[in-house]
């Protein structure tokens, strides 16, 4: 590494810049909103007034000489299930509309907010999170910028749409069973599952607490990781949140990668996908100079484990509103909640007993290698609409096969970077970087490493 | 005979289905029938698939599921 090769600012995006006011990076983002945001609908609420008063806040301190924060000035938005005070906390949800708005932020936004960058709104997302396509019954697909026709990805399809059109440089999202890792892999930017339990979701509304995580997506890994690190810390209001002391990873991004012991997944992470998703990952190893490869034992009996557990936690949470209001869900969704409701206690705890097993499993892999390389989705982003897929010469239901890598991973809780590729003049594809628990700083500094090479990248969209 | 096993089965899975819904206080439309049957049909295959792992008895339940620090 040179010194070039540095992260050299707190604020690495393109649009944000210590030099320039806040207020004058808030008035950018604001006109991209306004010109933007109606072909790709990522925003579903702007929180324009508050905007405007934090940034003018931070441009007051920093005309005074007063320290600012690490983000400062630097615009974010959140997936519309987190709440921001003030406003209504939708979920992707019509029902949720009615209830009142929320009277304080979530832990994450005080989080961001206390290092001076400025909310600037809400994003659209699948119903109550399950979904994997970005597609809403109620407010509309969030589209990908890079072709408007094709998906975003879900379930935090806005938080993948508002950063690769470049609305915001940063913004969170959830991920049950890969649903930060999803859009950032169908739009192009960077994306970071943290380990269970790192992170607070206090202030957001559940899916599957047992798989539930919040965490950032972003233009440059440099960016991801000041607001991974700014979002660090424990919770009492997050029962799954471990008051784990905070390690930094912004300062380590550029440190040696050499002696890392970097491995391909193979198997079932080599099936069952599109030729261009596996050459990703084939040509992220390449240039890691990474030439194992390793065997995740049973991920496809976790995949169906995650999907039991899933359906379990999440048919319980949402029995009330099915019972009270059926017609105001989108019917998709609807009928995935009302089957949930059916899963047998017999089928959850072995799917549980399961869960144990494999973790141990996966968790001793990780005394020989430090990185485990995998594809993220396994095809581009689909066109709206599009129900089925061909994958190693079969039809399969879309929807579900776009998790097909995601849910092994999660499903343990381990910490996943994902990083875009671009192959070809195509869409994106992506690689997920994942390490073992609590090491979300080797997953984000090979992320660096490979940004650095160019052989990862965020590309801004030709066509918005 | 395949084909009368199979639709017995999903006779059998409706049947489970339209019952336990009624314990939750659902009522299964007739319009949503086939789609919600499906979806209960993808997480018995699931099951399937999982259950038939052989897990000693000794491995415990995972319900307070933490990440080992």
């Known amino acids: 590494m040179t010194a070039e090769d540095q992260p050299t600012s707190r604020v690495a995006s393109d649009d944000a810049d210590l030099h320039v006011s806040a207020s004058a990076h808030l008035s950018a983002a604001l006109a991209k909103i306004s010109n933007i945001n109606p072909r790709v609908n990522a925003f579903t609420d702007v929180v324009e007034d508050r905007a405007v008063a934090m940034a003018a806040c931070i441009d007051n301190k920093r005309s005074a000489g007063g320290k600012l ?161 700014v979002m660090q810390g424990g919770d009492r209001d997050d029962p ?108 959850v705890q072995n799917a549980q007993r399961f869960r144990w097993w494999y973790q141990m499993q996966v968790l001793q892999l990780f005394e020989t290698v430090d990185v485990i390389l995998a594809p993220t989705t396994p095809c581009r982003a689909p066109r709206i609409g599009q129900k089925e897929l061909v994958l190693d010469g079969k039809i399969v239901p879309l929807r579900p096969a776009i998790g097909l890598f995601t849910q092994p991973i999660s499903f343990i809780g381990l910490p996943v970077v994902t990083v875009p590729r671009w192959v070809d003049y195509g869409l994106p594809l992506s690689v997920q970087i994942i390490t073992a628990p609590w090491r979300e700083d080797l997953a984000l500094r090979v992320a660096f490493h490979l940004e650095k090479m160019g052989v990862v990248r965020m590309r801004k969209p030709d066509t918005i | 005979m395949g084909n009368q096993d199979e639709r017995a089965k999903l006779h059998s899975v409706e049947a489970y289905a339209v019952a336990t819904l009624k314990l939750h206080g659902l009522d299964l439309s007739k319009a949503d029938r086939v789609t919600v049957i499906a979806n209960v ?16 008895e000794e491995i415990e339940s995972a319900v307070m599921f933490r990440v080992p620090q």
């Not at chain 1, 709104?121 to 072709?147: I, K, Q, V």
Request: with cysteine; glycine share 10%; proline share 6%.
């Open chain 2, 41 to 56: 049909k993808s997480i018995a295959d699931a099951a399937k698939l999982v259950n038939s792992y052989p897990l000693t």
């Open chain 1, 240 to 347: 799954a949140c471990v008051d784990r002391t905070i390690e930094p990873t912004f300062d380590s991004l550029s440190a040696d990668i050499r002696s890392l012991r970097i491995a391909v997944a193979g198997g079932y992470f080599s099936r069952n996908a599109e030729p261009e998703a596996l050459q990703s990952v084939r040509d992220v190893a390449d240039a890691l100079d990474a030439h194992l490869t390793i065997e995740i034992p049973e991920a496809e009996r976790a995949r169906a484990a995650a999907q039991i557990i899933t359906a379990a936690e999440g048919g319980s949470l949402h029995l009330d509103r099915l019972r009270s209001r059926p017609g105001d869900f989108d019917p998709i969704v609807r009928d995935r909640l009302f089957a949930a409701a059916t899963v047998p206690a017999a089928w």
């Open chain 1, 69 to 229: 924060g690490r983000l400062a000035g630097v615009p974010f938005a959140v997936k519309n299930m987190i709440d921001i005070a003030e406003v209504r906390t939708r979920a992707g949800s019509k029902i949720n509309l009615d209830n009142a708005p929320a009277t304080r932020d979530a832990t994450l936004i005080r989080r961001l907010e206390s290092e001076d960058a400025v909310l600037v709104g809400a994003l659209n997302m699948g119903e109550y999170a399950y979904d994997f396509t970005g597609e809403n019954w109620h407010y509309g697909p969030s589209r990908n910028p890079h072709c408007i026709d094709h998906m975003s990805g879900g379930s935090s399809g806005g938080s993948g749409a508002a950063v690769a059109a470049g609305l915001v440089p940063v913004a969170l999202g959830s991920d049950t069973n890969g649903s930060i890792r999803v859009p950032s892999a169908f739009c192009g930017v960077f994306g970071l599952k943290p380990t269970f339990g790192r992170l607070s979701r206090s202030g957001s509304f559940p899916f599957v607490g047992s798989l539930d995580h919040l965490g950032p997506l972003a233009q440059s890994v440099s960016l991801l990781s000041s607001a991974y690190d």
